[in-house]
């Protein structure tokens, strides 16, 4: 494809996009298509001559728009927004024509500065202590990841570095709370810990926030038991219910037993970007490693996660490798960041961009303006919530997550409600389980959702229920 | 940003896009920054109020491009190509506009459709045997993570089940070849083995191939040794040389001895688009998984790797987690692929876009005109140097990759070399060792590189020397 082809595409293809954000209101928030059908529209075989994409447009109309969950839709309350916008496209499309490699420094100097200055950025934005300040940043793909890394380096440290050359021998343990992701289960177990080794921790059953004391004990009982403890894994802003783990308490206890903290703020850590959400940094301090998704609230498209560890040579002493064919003398020197060493896999594209793109056009004013309409939009919703007395809010909420039930009915009401309110195509909610019983879950953060979107989709309940 | 503000900020974009595509053959292909010269460009904190990217296009001309490796640059001959092209970043702002998180079939249909086509049409184009047919593929960032999840899954295997749950028990062992990637020991350790865990299988002098009887032996002395041979990785295009290792008589011993056996062609494996390549395919049939990257040599930004697996419930075994929250009909149905029990991490972006748009575009027929048109560069590349007493060629190159150096002369003087090459900013080289030898590496790949690149190439380089 030639430059002037690319262009003439290009723009056809910049329209498309934008003339799907315009239609997203109309459309249903989930397609109806049913398995298989998506695939039985493509042919069974790539064409033999290329057909230079003509009716490719067509195409995503006619094929890949009704088999597409509109995660932008201004009313998928749906998990947790996974956010994007214009300014996040614009840098990824200029990361993709730019092609970079960014493995090492010497591959890409660009894409690993415009990275450590943009979580540094990050860093200023929310707030976080000292200790994350000043390179100590880096973008993985999810957070799920990023606890793969954080199980890694915990493991490494706690072992005297044995871990390394040796594998994981004897027993080690990961602690976090009943309410911890799984894949925090899941990181225990690629990394060779097993799920057993996860401890889950009792929460405070109204707060549903982990117990420290509870902490301690299970750390106890796993050293009294030969066991090593080797990482909690503390949540501020739970995948059910938004609950936050009592950081403060929390790192006092991996202080004293030598425990690495690795904090996970996937969704909730972009609310520090304002002032009155600080407090959800308590006791960072106190962190080896933190890590949030600004692919979830802010505004920035999936893959980016952010990670910051308190000493990046805890990352790169557990993950380096240095094949020959690697070695350069930017490496050599010792000046240089090489962020290969500071995740799993070898490659990495130019992510940054998007960053630097989502902050210059929103600026901090404009970033703290859409966590606050995801929160003020959430709040409408669960006022409402609480004004009706079929219904009932089952846990604290101070993002942009409202977990509710119907009041006095069970499982299979509830499941119901939550079936047929999808099934109108004109909103997306999800369910959980709290203190054992079905709840629905209104995730509140696309940059369209309005008010209007708010009260229809309560009215829709309404009117179901 | 409004949908017509990204209209027009969107068009600038592609413009600039293509602008660089048109300036690169002029741009120095390695950029001369130092260590901190970019970062210092960049404000300390993001602004306050957003600047609407005014001067962004500027910046990206001042700030970017001058530290960038430009990786699609004609004469960038260093690594492996990591091929981009317009179609690619097409698919990927399309991508990038729909905003889809595929981590299930229920939260992106087309996206998990699109991609289980796509990875048949590759498996098609690449002539793979029936065991990697019918909805056995999945795309994942890296060949570095193919290699882990292989490590995953035959764990999971070797240890007949009880990985899952108890993590690594005992010894179990890894092999490849001395001229495997770091990505396999990375994998291994990452999994918890330990870099003592993986066996470096002595390859034969001339070919650089693995020796299949060095691979029966060491497996033997493990077995006797009580530790459990899990997993082989077998490599078609080493990163240092591209050399092939002898497939079907691995494949045998692996079958004997219940070995998973694991297919590395990051590079090479898209040659097999030709059927004069095939012949790299031999011994598949023997294989439990299979990966190459579309990334490097077809046409496809990074990141996409392309993994095949003959059973995928190996995977999903080892892998799945299920908490509440994702629970959903579709995936209860058991009718449905949830794409994120065949990973590590959960989210994932719509990625098969971009094959599509690239396979679309190029067709089967385009596709092999860019593998073939490469091997043509680099065989007269060889042929140059053969032809130049004061050089050789020190491997087979059979692809695009060929490894050279100043005959007689030392590791110091190759090196020298390499640098003076490279200082120009006429062209880019790697280097790595054969042999124990400092050696030259030109990759060719990149679709834009034609004859006069080449020749231009290799009088610098006897000039220099």
Known sequence: MTPDEFRELGHAAVEWVARYWERLPELPVAGSVRPGDVAAELPGAPPDKGDRLEGIFTDLDDVVVPGTTHWQHPAHFA????????????????????????????????????????????????????????GKGVIQDSASSATFIATLAALHRASGGAWRTDGVRGSFAVYT??????????????????????????????????????????????????????????????????????????????????????????????????PEFRWINDGLDLADSYCFDPHKWLLTGFDCDALWVADPADLTRALSVLPEFLRNAASESGTVVDYRDWQVPLGRRFRALKLWFVLRWYGVEGIRAHIRDGVALAQRFAAAVRADDRFEVVAPHPFGLVCFRLRGEDDAANETLLRRINETGRCLLTHTKVRGQYVLRLAVGAPSTRTDHIDATWKLIQETA
Chains 1, 2 share one sequence.
């Open 177 to 274: 709370s009943s309410q911890g992701h799984s894949s925090i289960e899941k990181a225990a177990r690629v990394a060779g810990l097993g799920d057993k080794a996860v401890r889950s921790i009792e929460v405070d059953p109204s707060s549903l926030a982990m117990r420290p004391e509870a902490l301690r004990a299970a750390i106890e009982a796993d050293r009294a038991a030969g066991v090593v403890p080797a990482l909690v894994v503390a949540t501020i802003g739970t995948t059910s219910t938004t609950a936050v783990d009592p950081l403060p308490a929390i790192g006092a206890i991996c202080r004293e037993f030598g425990v690495w903290l690795h904090v996970d703020a996937a969704y909730a850590g972009a609310a520090a970007a304002c």
């Open 79 to 134: 998990y947790f927004p996974a956010n994007t916008s214009g300014p996040s496209v614009l840098g990824d499309l200029i990361g993709a024509g730019l092609g970079t490699q960014g493995m090492m420094w010497a591959t890409g100097p660009a894409c690993t500065e415009v990275e450590t200055v943009m979580l540094d950025w990050l860093a200023d934005l929310l707030g976080l202590p000292e200790r994350f300040r000043g």
